[in-house]
């Protein structure tokens, strides 16, 4: 019998680091991998009981993870844990060209051969809903239909025109889609209303979500089923609702509290988002002590905020460079790998010629580039910030940034003093 409870393959690397502190905080103990990781560095974890790999599925065609997703599933099957988890983002933005969730899907149905796949994308810790099929989202301070969402209708890769997932899913896929709402899982019998729904022999379920409650009879039925729906496709909600089936089975403490992390004089932030939120958050952080750097997006544009950035650290600041501030701010053709990489590789030298340990990447593809020019090999988690993007412990032994204490921030996420909540690590 396999020693892990759980394993997954994130779709960008905050992503990644979000389904690490749902685990990690709630007394799984998990590492992330940056590839999928060979024996010997597994073993370096004897711990964990979950074993993620962060990936960058998210930005990528169905040509691509034609080709890369069934090696790595097929490396996380061979691990013969509980659930196998595709952890996607819980606005779940996605297109037939770009970050399909369907494809991906369909491969993952294929290399773990299960008869259904459990699609689980709300997080109502993070103010995702899902009712009656249809997405919702916090944002501006109310909650919104995810196609009316202020900004993930108008995200720049891949904007949510349709609320319905069975709708959304199937202009991804051809396999047939059904639906456990609200009421079947608030219901007498959850259990008799899920065979209801397999006995049309749908090839995935999406499962509403809208409380603790819901989440609740979602992860007992998860659960239940998991020798025939071993791999699951969700946001962190998913584990959201494993790990209150795990706590009444006993495989996890019933309380868990993770240590906090110590405050930081200084802090250096790198951010190709250009999420209003994250605007929110460099301008409060600019009018409150950190040094902002505006950069355009060529690399050697980029490169040239290594010299301010490390006098602004020398007389004591924190550092905040940035690519855009807000939608407005993106510069035409910005974004995407080259953006990231090289915001990743001013980081690291930013990093190497300063002496600073910990640092904030914000923006999904951004991270999914920018941690690769790093040199680690794993993230654990170490402790929490905001709800998704939690403080993370380099590994790197042997290297110049082994011990680096990392935040991967989603543009959505933490509130306008994110940026000073991680250097003094206050909740």
């Known amino acids: 019998m396999s020693r892990y409870l759980f394993c997954y393959y994130g779709d960008d690397f905050t992503g990644s680091t979000d389904a690490l502190e749902a685990l990690a905080a709630n007394g799984v103990p998990a590492v992330l991998f940056l590839d999928p990781p060979a ?9 964990c009981r979950a074993v993620g790999i962060a ?17 790595i599933f097929a490396r996380l099957a061979a691990l013969d844990t509980g659930v196998c988890h595709y952890k996607v983002c819980s606005t779940f933005d996605s297109s037939p060209v770009c970050g399909s969730i369907g494809r991906a ?30 997405l919702f989202a916090a944002g501006g301070g109310t909650i919104h239909r995810i196609d009316r969402h202020p900004t993930m209708r108008q995200h720049p890769v891949t904007p949510m ?17 059904s639906l456990l709402d609200v009421l079947a899982l608030r219901g007498r019998n959850p259990e008799e209303q899920l065979d209801g729904v397999l006995s049309a022999q749908p090839r995935a379920v999406i499962f509403d979500g809208l409380d603790e409650a819901t989440l609740s009879v979602t992860g007992r039925l998860l659960w239940q089923h998991r020798a025939q729906a071993r791999f699951a496709v969700g946001s962190s909600g998913l584990i959201e ?37 994250t605007e929110q958050q460099i301008r409060w952080a600019t009018a409150n002590g950190f040094a902002g750097i505006p950069v355009g997006p060529q690399p050697e ?30 510069a035409e053709g910005a974004g995407g ?15 190497l010629r300063s002496g600073v340990r910990r640092a904030v990447v914000a923006g999904g593809d951004t991270s999914s580039h920018s941690v690769r020019q790093l040199d680690v090999d794993a993230l654990t988690f170490a402790g929490r910030m905001t709800p998704g993007a939690p403080l ?10 082994d011990g680096l204490e990392l935040v991967l921030k989603g543009g959505q996420m933490g509130p306008e003093n994110f940026f000073e909540m991680v250097r003094r690590t206050t909740i």
């Open 55 to 71: 990936g960058e599925s998210r930005s990528q065609g169905p040509g691509w993870m034609s080709d890369h997703l069934p090696a």
């Open 39 to 47: 024996a010997e560095l597994l073993a370096r974890f004897p711990q």
């Open 392 to 401: 993370c412990h380099c590994h790197a032994p042997g290297r110049p940034l």
């Open 241 to 277: 609702s494993l790990v209150r089936e795990w706590r009444e089975l006993g495989e996890i403490p019933r309380e868990y509290s993770p240590a906090a992390a110590a405050p930081v004089d200084r802090i250096v932030v790198v951010s190709g988002s250009c999420s209003p939120v």
């Open 105 to 134: 899907l369909e491969i993952g149905q294929d290399v773990f051969h299960t008869s259904w796949v459990p699609v689980i994308p709300a997080a109502p810790h993070l103010r995702r809903f899902v009712l009656f099929g249809n």
């Open 161 to 177: 025109d349709e609320g319905d997932l069975r709708i959304h899913l199937a202009r991804q896929t051809g396999r047939p889609i």
């Open 301 to 330: 544009v980029i490169q040239g905020a290594v010299g301010p950035a490390l006098d602004a650290l020398a007389r004591g600041r924190g550092v905040v460079v940035y690519s855009a501030l807000g939608p407005a701010g993106r």
């Open 337 to 351: 790998e080259g953006l990231g990489r090289a915001l990743g590789i001013l980081l690291r030298d930013i990093l």
